[in-house]
């Protein structure tokens, strides 16, 4: 993606959103996103920068009351949308220093509001309000705006004066997301037409077309949905009371017309007026995410003054099956990605709760921390979407998560028509095939090896708290940095090779002879293996040809004793011989040069240290008795 990188900064450049710079006190690491048209976003990752440091701007966001009361009256309705909304506004001189992002082609500082900081929702609303105030039936939410009025000509002539104040500020608007003149828009969560507003199916559909359960553990998990929010439905038990019979001990499994009347009955009680809630700026939002094998699922809630939770709307939908094969971490994180884009419009610009049961998520996807580096390209891109949100991630545990764990179990048939499948593992897994099969091979040996076959497992379903095999733990520490991708397991974005493919794949790093270093380098750009560094080492000390060639160490220069001031402080020691049948312990003083032989019986290190003992007994210790002594000696 470099030069994807590149061509984007030039671009960005030319349109003065960024500029060069050589230095900067603040700088933010960038995260490129691939945009659908193939073309790169350039974020900047400011949740250890800007958003830590500063201080969040208290302009609040408008009440959603407030603006319907604004559109009251309104026969039809014109929804405007900005092109590239926040980029449109250009910042003071002495706010640019804060939102410098460094990338590959050096420093750069950006001149116009920033998409991830933190009080970048604030500015931008106080500035839509300041330029539209005082036109009337025009509603004014971040860079979505909605005008109406009581007659045709009133509705014109207000949408008339949006777009030409829009236009002496030199606002633009995307005229594809641009709706006029419509006789219904969606609008904040709710349907708005002249009669006023309606409830939006979607906040319910996720329980209103939910599959009826098809053995005990999926009823148990609706059943769990269904208690938790029992206090706001009336008469519960009683509609329970067929479904109950199913989970006797002694009842075999059979659903019959009693089941399913029942089960429609629970299922028409969520779209009450006295269980389903609308939304309120002030009370605290909790999001709920949770994901089981085949389907994810959301739940917005206020929580009430008494501490309970009711729902605002619910979210579900079925995996595809490429999703299907994500590890549980990442299916995890899909709910969580999944939940905050299906209710942007409730979230974005305010502090808000997400509750998972999946508790490495909490360290991946923290708010104060940045993006992990050897996380999975899939989680690192969640991350950053995450970003431009303000929430608090908290652990829940599975039992309490009941709200969420029902609609996963029993998820909407909707699914995506294609899964995106990321860029760089594609390229990844090409590089990797030196044959056409090899990729396949290690699918293959990952689920013949006993290890790999375990971890795999563990990643798909989850870990277990303690790990005691040996052979596990290697994986068990980076368990939060692993992922599965086609069969295959990644850590970051390198492949984790079996055992019987280690031979091969050294053997193509080595093909060109590298050396440690270099090889080193290369295989740590793709693979990975518990001790791998030292089987490239062993690799290299192995071939003869890298050995033949390697680079000689510099001679060492040549150094001659000093000669000593006096005798004794300095002597030289070997053994000699074998001669007539021994060995003899030679000492030469190199003052005076003394010789000393001694025959020895044996040399091992025992025996040579009593006879220094002796020797330094008559005649003093080397170079630390005084020089009296040791001139007695020699004179």
């Known amino acids: 993606m470099k030069k994807k990188v590149e061509d984007e900064l030039e671009q960005l450049q030319e349109a003065n959103v960024i500029?060069?710079?050589?230095?900067?006190?603040?700088?933010?690491?960038?995260?490129?996103?691939?945009?659908?048209?193939?073309?790169?976003?350039?974020?900047?990752?400011?949740?250890?920068?800007?958003?830590?440091?500063?201080?969040?701007?208290?302009?609040?966001?408008?009440?959603?009351?407030?603006?319907?009361?604004?559109?009251?009256?309104?026969?039809?309705?014109?929804?405007?949308?900005?092109?590239?909304?926040?980029?449109?506004?250009?910042?003071?001189?002495?706010?640019?220093?804060?939102?410098?992002?460094?990338?590959?082609?050096?420093?750069?500082?950006?001149?116009?509001?920033?998409?991830?900081g933190a009080s970048s929702p604030a500015i931008f609303q106080r500035t839509m309000d300041n330029l539209l105030q005082g036109i009337p039936h025009v509603a004014v939410y971040l860079d979505d705006i909605l005008g109406t009025g009581e007659t045709e000509e009133d509705h014109l002539h207000h949408l008339d004066q949006v777009l030409k104040r829009f236009s002496e500020a030199g606002l633009r608007l995307k005229r594809s997301k641009c709706t006029f003149q419509a006789q219904s828009v969606t609008y904040l969560g709710?349907?708005?037409?002249?009669?006023?507003?309606?409830?939006?199916?979607?906040?319910?559909?996720?329980?209103?077309?939910?599959?009826s359960p098809k053995n005990g553990s999926e009823l148990k998990s609706f059943l769990g949905m269904v208690k938790y929010y029992g206090k706001f439905l009336p008469e519960l038990s009683t509609v329970l009371a067929p479904l109950y019979q199913l989970l006797h001990k002694d009842c075999k499994w059979k659903w019959g017309p009693a089941q399913e009347k029942a089960f429609k009955e629970v299922k028409a009680l969520p779209q009450s007026a006295q269980f389903l809630v609308h939304f309120d700026q002030d009370k605290e939002i909790i999001l709920s995410c949770d994901a089981s094998p085949y389907g994810i699922r959301a739940v917005l809630s206020h929580q009430m003054e008494d501490g309970s939770e009711k729902p605002i709307g619910f979210a579900s939908r079925t995996l595809t099956s490429a999703e299907k094969g994500y590890s549980q971490l990442d299916k995890e994180g899909l709910a969580i990605v999944f939940a905050v884009k299906r209710f942007h419009q409730y979230l974005y610009g305010r502090h808000f709760t997400i509750c998972t049961d999946h508790k490495p998520l909490m360290s991946l996807f923290s708010e104060s921390r940045c993006i992990p580096p050897m996380a999975s390209a899939r989680i690192q891109r969640w991350a950053l979407t995450l970003s431009a949100y303000q929430y608090t991630i908290l652990y829940r545990a599975g039992k309490d998560n009941a709200n969420t764990d029902a609609l996963s179990r029993l998820p909407l048939p909707e699914m995506p028509a294609t899964t995106v499948v990321p860029p760089e593992t594609i390229f990844l897994m090409e590089r990797l095939a030196f044959t056409g099969e090899f990729d396949k091979q290690i699918k293959q040996w990952t689920d013949q090896d006993p290890i790999l076959s375990q971890v795999k497992i563990f990643l798909m379903q989850g870990w277990p708290p303690v790990i005691e095999d040996d052979g596990l733990r290697p994986y068990a520490k980076r368990k939060t940095e692993l992922s599965v991708q086609d069969g295959c397991i990644l850590w970051g974005s390198r492949v984790v090779v079996p055992p019987p493919g280690h031979a091969q794949v050294m053997d193509e790093f080595h093909e060109a002879h590298p050396g440690a270093s270099r090889m080193k380098s290369l295989a740590r750009s793709y693979i990975w293996w518990p001790n791998m560094d030292q089987e490239v080492e062993d690799k290299v000390k192995s071939c003869s040809e890298c050995q033949i060639n390697q680079k000689m160490a510099p001679p060492a220069p040549l150094h001659l004793w000093e000669w000593p001031d006096r005798p004794w402080s300095r002597l030289h020691i070997d053994f000699a011989g074998p001669f007539m049948g021994h060995m003899f312990l030679v000492m030469v003083d190199a003052h005076s040069k003394w010789l000393q032989a001694h025959i020895m019986s044996n040399i091992t290190a025992t025996t040579t240290i009593e006879k220094l003992r002796q020797v330094f007994a008559t005649h003093g210790l080397p170079g630390l008795s005084g020089v009296r002594q040791r001139n007695n000696v020699y004179l």
């Not at 709710?190 to 599959?211: F, M, N, S, W, Y």
Request: charge should be positive.
């Open 19 to 116: 500029t060069p710079i050589q230095f900067s006190r603040w700088a933010a690491p960038i995260v490129p996103v691939l945009k659908s048209d193939g073309t790169v976003r350039i974020c900047g990752d400011y949740k250890l920068t800007i958003n830590r440091a500063s201080k969040l701007d208290a302009y609040p966001l408008p009440r959603v009351e407030d603006l319907f009361a604004t559109l009251a009256g309104g026969k039809t309705f014109s929804k405007l949308d900005m092109s590239h909304a926040y980029q449109q506004l250009l910042l003071d001189v002495d706010s640019k220093e804060y939102v410098t992002v460094n990338t590959h082609k050096g420093l750069f500082r950006y001149n116009r509001l920033v998409f991830r």
């Open 190 to 211: 709710h349907k708005i037409t002249a009669q006023g507003l309606c409830p939006v199916e979607d906040k319910v559909r996720a329980i209103k077309d939910a599959p």
